[in-house]
T-cell receptor, first 116, second 114 residues
Framework: GAGVSQSPSNKVTEKGKDVELRCDPISGHTALYWYRQSLGQGLEFLIYFQGNSAPDKSGLPSDRFSAERTGGSVSTLTIQRTQQEDSAVYLC??????????????FGPGTRLTVL | AQTVTQSQPEMSVQEAETVTLSCTYDTSESDYYLFWYKQPPSRQMILVIRQEAYKQQNATENRFSVNFQKAAKSFSLKISDSQLGDAAMYFCAYRKDSNYQLIWGAGTKLIIKP
């Protein structure tokens, strides 16, 4: 079936502007994750959604970052007043966690954000 | 806090040869999961292999196998009969049983020489 999709693939914005990044998880996956990957580094956890539970926002780096997940499916990551240090690849993943913690996370192709 | 260390920023191997990528981790947990992911230039993170800590048998997926040494907290990835399509960044990741967060290493860039 279809994998995780993300849009846009690339986004160039000016410092101070707001951006929205979209993630469409695998159909039926209840868990959704956002990660940030800066150049030459591993992934940094940002936020986790599981079903209708309150999201785990512990990884969000500042209050300029927010995310929502509508109808338990599509998620949008919003960065307000972007800064140059926000430039990175933003990766989304989903898994079919349903009480089992062993489920594998499947990743989308990411959005490369460049803040000028 | 758990950490994952990949000490090899870059590795190269001749096509058809075997290469081993290193990963060590630090944890006080007894139950956890370890993963190797591959990230080609397309950016998409692809699961290569997964190991449950409670299993003593090393995981194997076709040409990919791991050497899991729980006492040493080591989780290396062996790629046999390397192919040009194996060229990518390889990331080692850890997840403890009671959590969903993946803790990532910094990655190893694998170069395949034709």
């Amino acid at each position: 079936g279809a994998g995780v999709s993300q849009s846009p693939s690339n986004k160039v914005t000016e410092k101070g502007k707001d951006v929205e990044l979209r993630c469409d998880p695998i159909s039926g996956h209840t868990a959704l994750y956002w990660y940030r990957q800066s150049l030459g580094q591993g992934l940094e956890f940002l936020i986790y959604f599981q079903g209708n539970s309150a999201p785990d926002k512990s990884g969000l780096p500042s209050d300029r970052f927010s995310a929502e997940r509508t109808g338990g499916s599509v998620s949008t990551l919003t960065i307000q007043r972007t800064q140059q240090e926000d430039s990175a690849v933003y990766l989304c993943a989903s898994s079919s966690t349903s009480g089992r913690r062993t489920d594998t996370q499947y990743f989308g192709p990411g959005t490369r954000l460049t803040v000028l | 806090a758990q950490t994952v260390t990949q000490s090899q920023p870059e590795m190269s191997v001749q096509e058809a040869e075997t290469v081993t990528l290193s990963c060590t981790y630090d944890t006080s947990e007894s139950d956890y999961y370890l993963f190797w992911y591959k990230q080609p230039p397309s950016r998409q993170m692809i699961l290569v292999i997964r190991q449950e800590a409670y299993k003593q048998q090393n995981a194997t997926e076709n040409r990919f196998s791991v050497n899991f040494q729980k006492a040493a907290k080591s989780f290396s990835l062996k790629i046999s009969d390397s192919q040009l399509g194996d060229a990518a960044m390889y990331f080692c990741a850890y997840r403890k049983d009671s959590n969903y967060q993946l803790i990532w290493g910094a990655g190893t860039k694998l170069i395949i020489k034709p």
